[in-house]
């Protein structure tokens, strides 16, 4: 399973950074490539200690039943539902977020999965350091997609 802690699957994120355009268009989705890359960085502040959440009560209840399925090694699917607080709609520059985005990948990578053990996700509650390697990669790679990257 690709993991953002693991050098190849963080430097192929990075390339695939590198190719989008800021006229990049979605295959899904609402939001612009711009929005996307700011969607992300904002998702990697969990971990990375610049966002405090608590679980959820619908997490609470749901995500025994959809977090192995999350976190295996299957893509996410297309619009899968987004944390109200990590969502982006106002208009955001393109070079200014990829190179936020880049930096923060950086940041969650250097921080190992010691770094990040324990973080609480807003849905799927304490992630050990190995499933937020794992659950960020795939976000990245599900946004990615989204945008043909």
């Not at 609480?120 to 390697?133: A, I, M, Q, R």
Request: glycine share 10%.
């Amino acid at each position: 399973m690709p993991n953002l802690f693991e050098t190849a699957d963080r430097e192929d994120v990075v390339r695939r950074l590198g190719g989008l355009r800021p006229a990049s268009a979605r295959q899904w989705g609402r939001m612009d490539v711009s929005q996307m890359l700011a969607h992300c960085a904002v998702s990697l502040e969990v971990p990375c200690g610049d966002r405090v959440k608590q679980q959820r009560l619908l997490g609470r209840i749901l995500a025994p039943f959809v977090r192995a399925a999350t976190l295996g090694d299957k893509p996410m699917v297309r619009n899968a539902p987004t944390d109200a607080e990590n969502k982006i709609v106002d208009a955001r520059d393109f070079e200014q977020e990829r190179a936020r985005l880049t930096s923060i990948v950086e940041r969650f990578a250097g921080l190992g999965p010691a770094g990040v053990d324990g973080v609480v996700h807003s849905f799927f509650g304490p992630l050990t350091g190995d499933e937020w390697g794992r659950l960020m990669y795939k976000h990245l790679d599900h946004h990615l997609r989204q945008f043909g990257a």
